[in-house]
Nanobody
Framework: QVQLVESGGGLVQPGGSLRLSCAAS????????MGWYRQPPGKQRELVAA???????NYADSVKGRFTISRDNAKNTMQLQMNSLKPEDTAVYYC????????????????WGQGTQVTVSS
C-alpha cells in the first residue's frame, strides 16, 4: 500500500526555522512530482512549493527566499526547509506526490499525506 508520511512540524517562534520531511513508501515505480501544500485556519489549501523530476522547483511568492524544497530520489523522500518563519505561515502542511506505480502501462496516482501542524507564535 502506497502512503506518504510527514514529520517535522511543531511550534516555533517568529524568525525561527523548521524542517519538514515526507517519505513515500510502498510499491512505486517513479515519482513524477512532489510538493508541499498548506491550509491555514479557515482558509483553503494552497501550494507552498513543488519539485518535479530533474529538480526543477517552484514556490509560492509568499515563501520565496525563505523556504527551500528538496528531494532525495534514491530514498523517495522530500524535505521543506523553512526559515524566517512568520505567524502567517501557521497552517497544516500536507505532502503531495504524483506517483507512477507501474512501468507499462504507466499508471499514475495522486497521493496526500495526513498533514503536520506548523504553528508560528511567540
Amino acid at each position: 500500500q502506497v502512503q506518504l508520511v510527514e514529520s517535522g512540524g511543531g511550534l516555533v517562534q517568529p524568525g525561527g526555522s523548521l524542517r519538514l520531511s515526507c517519505a513515500a513508501s510502498g510499491s512505486i515505480f517513479s515519482i513524477n512530482r512532489m510538493g508541499w501544500y498548506r491550509q491555514p485556519p479557515g482558509k483553503q489549501r494552497e501550494l507552498v512549493a513543488a519539485i518535479i523530476s530533474g529538480d526543477s522547483a517552484n514556490y509560492a511568492d509568499s515563501v520565496k527566499g525563505r523556504f527551500t524544497i528538496s528531494r532525495d530520489n534514491a530514498k523517495n523522500t522530500m524535505q521543506l526547509q523553512m526559515n524566517s518563519l512568520k505567524p502567517e505561515d501557521t497552517a497544516v502542511y500536507y505532502c503531495n506526490a504524483l506517483l507512477q506505480l507501474t512501468a507499462e502501462p504507466a499508471i499514475t496516482r495522486n497521493y496526500w499525506g495526513q498533514g503536520t501542524q506548523v504553528t508560528v507564535s511567540s
